[in-house]
């Protein structure tokens, strides 16, 4: 009987760990484009500053 009931707690945590890992993937992906965004605002406060300068 314990058996029985033990092996479906894999399966719960087998879930578990597919929902973390794809939490990971999107929070990676978050993080990416707030990196690529930080870049974009950098280049156009440099363009900005070189506008000015003109």
Not at 28 to 51: C, F, M, P, S, Y
């Amino acid at each position: 009987m314990e058996e029985a009931s033990g092996g479906g707690g894999n399966d719960h945590v087998r879930n578990l760990q597919s929902e973390v890992e794809g939490v990971k993937n999107i929070m990676t992906q978050n993080v990416e484009r707030i990196l690529a965004r930080g870049e974009n605002l950098d280049h156009l406060r440099n363009k900005t500053e070189d506008l000015e300068a003109t």
